[in-house]
């Protein structure tokens, strides 16, 4: 992560048009510029634009001999990023960096671990769980530089490592879950792209399994967000997916979150629903287990009714009638 150092900070909010609509700038203390000088020293440090909502501006106060750091936060896209410059000191130094006090010193680490997961990804394979952990740690920093560098740093976690990441995800998905619901625009869509980067990179059938307890979780947004990611998994399954993980428990959770209080949550069960409902009709072997009272009558309507209570297959039916009148009507 590059610094670079400057003689004054701007005391104002200023507005970045290419990275954001605001910034977020704290002015330095007044009693240390009553000759005119302001920061003594400024560190900007390079993050990844591909994710890059906002430039922020953060200041911190050394306490030997009351100078004034202020360090200016950018974001860089993944494959913009360079190599490390020495990858046995970058390994040797790595924890310790995650672990530091120092915020600048974590968000440089954390863009290594960017860095060794893009170049070196070998280079980490027995320290992944403990820097993951670490990453955890980052994600509940309440400086929104260090936290959105850490959602970023999952990302590229994600697509390295894939399947390899599974041991580890479940305090890492309730926190990016967590973050992709907050009020903070910039950090919330950071998450949301991360979790999406989530579902494409790792296996629907180990993944599937980490985020149906988030389902029921007492969060109404963290539940809407682990429908949404649920939903996404889905059709990556396949027929034979499908089948193994048990249609009759995909109808189930569907049916569970179009009761939702969220509008997100209802909206991803409506879309699982209709998937679902595609999935049965094209490929009669999904059901070859299910026994249904008259065997020549096996449609969507029945199976549904057999497996779900009368009021929730009322509820999925709903779902699919309005689909199928919407279908007709447009033909």
Known sequence: MALRDHNTLPVSERKTENFCKQSFTKPCDESTSENGEECQQKKSTSLDPAHVSCSETETTTKTNGGDIACAEVEYTESENLSDVEDLDSTIKTLQSGLESKDWVLVCESLNNV??????????????????????????????????????MTSADIFQAYSDGVIDFLDPLLVQLLLKSSQDKRFVCEAAERTLVAMTTWISPSLLMPKLQPNLKHRNPRIRAKASMCFCRCVPRLGVEGIKAYGIDKLIQVAASQLSDKLPESREA????????????????????????EVPEVSSWENFIQLKLSPLSAQAVLRVTNINGQGIALGS
């Open 269 to 292: 069960a409506r879309t699982l629903v209709l998937e679902l409902q595609i999935a049965y009709e094209k490929s009669p072997q999904l059901t070859e287990n299910v026994i249904f």
């Open 114 to 151: 960017r860095r060794l997961s893009i170049f070196h990804k070998e280079a980490m394979l027995d320290i992944l769980g403990d820097v993951i952990a670490l990453i955890v740690k980052s994600l509940k920093n309440p400086r929104s530089a260090v936290c959105k560098t850490a959602i």
